[in-house]
């Protein structure tokens, strides 16, 4: 420490102990410091339980002092510095507010409020014979709050009935199945969030089989704990005099659907049709009646349910057709009914739109470049909320400024795409069944064309045909299967400058590998299947398990339809492709404050080519590193094995692999409601799947799979800063690598090498990703 600086701190040291914010308080008050919490526990009680009670305490004292540093409050200090303000918006005012923040008084009648709100709180959670007290101890100017909380042992239930309350034979029959499901369990505490949770369980479920008019107020859960060794005994019961209309089972009479401004006015249902069970107001004609009939699963004389009406009003809102989706339910005027009219409000949104997009990039290979998308959609464009989205691109990647690399050439991509989706499996002699599929099924067909040029070298073509569908049987479970999926490459335009350059003696490995495959007429002809799981997590759990899985089939209608018996196989004239290719993404969330969670991924794939193929498709194959991947290695920079990539090709980094195996883990601290900060490590690599006579890569290389793959390993660290802005989340993550795979194996850990203050080893060592959205 330098001497002024030590200096400095003296002066202000003194300046700030001088200035006792104690005289601008007002008369009789006492500046509030905050409080202490003793837990004097019973002989029956655990220490383990008294801490655990004291960190449950803490938390609820209230107000919070204010902030301070070695103990004094330097923000009230900041709060009088520059005097009262005479006009809230002047400097004064501006100063006070942005760096002061008012005293927080200490007062007797606070104290004993939170005295009975813990005594409140902890008999709730089951400590019934406990109790808090607290008590002002003043010193000065300042005050300080003592607390003591007199534990008693905790109640554990003994058993739970659910008692009969002879409303009617339907009521009852359904109000004690639901004692199968409870969430109220013999040998755990009591705990009144757990009861309340009980009585919404309840409400559901009766909900779900035609109870419209049920609600948890309507159910008591009474205890008796005249038990020994501290049980307690729960009745689940029905409240006296609860409204009949609770105790009915409702039915459907009618159905409304009403497109148009989303308002009912009096002469509304004046014009409405009625077709297939549905009164429908459609005064634009806009949409057919299979529309409403596949999205909403109620029908005239059929019992209420609320599952459907939730499944209803999701399958309306993802057609993403309207911009309002609004129901109610209506009785029918009657003292003995037990009829409801159900209503749907639908607002479309706009039928047509059209989107332009421009993004940047800059690459390793001194490249820049820059892309236009535009994309039209229609959003019904057969009247059922068929989606029509046509999509065309144009990109350009170039080399800018004098220092041009004459073996760098510029890129151009054009691309055309059309995707259209129908809410429906398109499929002959099927119908949606509403009451059994959770959501809509989606059956979709897309084609596209796109071109690939190098200046003075070649032009790549690719046309793609896919048909696919995606179905969903639960909010847990989701399916999509693409039985047909096509794609052919072509290459044209071939210059004698490329030919020139593969013949070349220098010509970097990778390289060759990709021309290679660019050169080769490629047909895949294939199906593909997805499988995701997202578990329901157990009540009052803090941890969430997602499940990605996919197969990628090529290769075998191929072989069917070949002719002749070439040692390549053809397709119309192209050889085909043939690969097998299973993917898996497990994800693991796990929230310790609603402030911190910790998020991990861990990933693996493998491509086993066979027959006709050697290798993946290049498009089909892995790369480590980037944004989303290893963070500490640019995309493309890793693997496979133990290689390492030449940022110097004409293409920069492009290593690709048959295997991959990656895991990632991220602590992220949520600082307000628009910053975020993470502190996170990745680790994995890329391996090619056969050995060196079959691929590009020599033997020292290592790039091939083997029981030693742990030894190539690369690990990476970092930090994160994350902004949280409207419908989007900017994502900035700087990071090291650890350990790098393509080092000598002793020489791999590179924690001892880190030099922050070299200029040299920032460059080659320190990466920022900037990417859009988390990256798992």
């Known amino acids: ?254 159905v409304y659907v009403i497109s148009d401004n989303g308002l009912l006015r009096s002469d509304t249902l004046a014009g409405a049709v009625y077709r297939r069970g549905f009164q429908i107001v459609d005064p634009a004609r806009a949409y057919r009646v299979r529309t409403f009939a596949d999205a909403i699963g109620f029908r005239p004389k059929a019992i209420y349910s609320s599952d459907i009406q939730d499944v209803s009003l999701s399958r309306l809102i993802n057609l993403k057709n309207f911009k309002f989706v609004k129901n109610r339910f209506e009785l029918l005027p009657r003292s003995d009914s037990a009829l409801l009219d159900v209503y749907y409000y639908l607002t479309p949104l706009k039928k047509k739109s059209l989107r332009a997009e421009l993004s940047a990039v800059t690459k390793s290979n001194n490249l820049t470049g820059s892309q236009l998308n535009l994309t039209w959609m229609n959003r019904n464009l057969f009247r059922g909320a068929e989606m029509l989205r046509l999509t065309a691109n144009a990109g350009i990647d170039v080399q800018l400024g004098s220092q041009r690399n004459i073996k760098v050439r510029d890129y151009y991509r054009t691309s055309v795409e059309g995707e259209l989706s129908f809410p429906r499996f398109v499929l002959p002699f099927y119908r949606m069944n509403p009451a059994k599929n959770q959501t809509l099924p989606k059956t979709t067909l897309t084609v596209g064309y796109e071109e690939l040029s190098q200046k003075d070298f070649y032009t790549q073509t690719s046309v793609k045909l896919n048909w696919g569908y995606m179905w969903r049987r639960s909010t847990r479970i989701e399916h999509s299967f693409t039985p047909i999926s ?119 794939g493998v491509g086993i080519p066979y027959g006709n193929s050697f290798a993946l498709p290049q498009f089909k194959q892995y790369f480590a590193g980037g944004s989303n991947g290893i963070r500490a290695f640019r995309g493309r920079a890793v693997g496979p094995g133990s290689y390492q990539p030449d940022s110097l090709s004409l293409f920069g980094f492009t290593s690709f692999g048959d295997i991959r195996l990656e895991a990632n883990t991220e602590l992220r601290f949520k600082v307000n409601q628009y910053i975020e900060t993470a502190l996170f490590a990745d680790a994995g690599n890329i391996w090619m799947y056969r050995n060196f006579d079959n691929s590009f890569y020599f033997p020292e290389d290592n790039a091939v799979f083997t029981n030693k793959f742990y030894k190539q390993v690369a690990v990476g660290a970092g930090l994160g800063l994350r902004l949280t802005l409207p419908f989007l989340l900017l994502r900035f993550d700087l990071a090291t690598p650890l350990r790098k795979p393509w080092l000598p194996e002793t020489d791999r850990w590179v924690i001892r090498q880190m030099d922050f203050g070299s200029r040299s080893w920032r460059k080659e060592n320190l990466v920022l990703n900037i990417a859009v959205g988390y990256s798992f």
């Open 1 to 254: 420490m330098s001497r002024i600086t030590a200096v400095w701190l003296f002066m202000v040291g003194i300046v700030l102990s001088s200035c006792s914010v104690s005289k601008h308080l007002p008369a009789g008050e006492s500046l509030y410091m905050g409080a202490e919490v003793k837990v004097v526990a019973d002989s029956a009680v655990s220490a383990k339980d008294a801490k655990a009670v004291k960190a449950m305490v803490e938390p609820l004292i209230r107000p919070a002092p204010n902030s301070s540093l070695l103990g004094f409050p330097y923000k009230v200090w900041f709060y009088y510095f520059m005097g009262e303000p005479t006009k809230e918006k002047s400097f004064r005012g501006w100063f006070r507010k942005r760096f002061g923040e008012p005293p927080v008084l200490a007062s007797r009648r606070t104290v004993t409020a939170n005295g009975e709100i813990v005594t409140n709180y902890l008999q709730n959670e089951g400590y019934f014979r406990t109790e808090a007290s607290g008590e002002l101890v003043e010193k000065g100017r300042t005050a300080k709050a003592h607390y003591t909380v007199a534990l008693k042992p905790r109640y554990l239930i003994e058993n739970v009935e659910f008692v009969d309350s002879n409303t009617g034979r339907g009521f009852t029959r359904e109000f004690l199945k639901n004692r199968q499901a409870s969430l109220l369990k013999s040998g755990q505490p009591y705990q009144l969030s757990v009861i309340e949770a009980e009585r919404q369980r309840i409400e559901r479920d009766l909900k779900r089989v035609g109870f419209y008019y049920f609600r948890p107020d309507y159910l008591i859960v009474k205890a008796d704990t005249n038990l020994k060794r501290n049980r307690v005994n729960l009745y689940v019961e029905l409240k006296p005099n609860t409204t009949q209309l609770a105790l009915k089972r409702y039915f459907i009479k009618n």
């Open 486 to 604: 096509l794609n052919i490459v072509k290459p044209r335009n071939i210059s004698e400058a490329l030919v020139d350059s593969i013949t070349s003696p220098t010509i970097p490995l990778q390289d060759l590998l990709r021309y290679f495959s660019i050169l080769e007429n490629r047909l895949i002809l294939g199906a593909q299947y997805n499988f995701s799981f997202t578990p329901q997590p157990a009540f009052g759990s803090k941890g969430k398990f997602v499940l990605n899985a996919g197969a990628d089939i090529a290769g075998n209608v191929a072989g069917l339809i070949s002719k002749g018996r070439q040692e390549v196989g053809l397709v119309f004239g192209i050889p085909y492709e043939q690969y097998a290719r299973f993917d898996a993404d497990m994800r693991y969330y796990y929230d310790f404050t609603p402030s911190i969670r910790w998020a991990n991924r861990l990933l693996g």
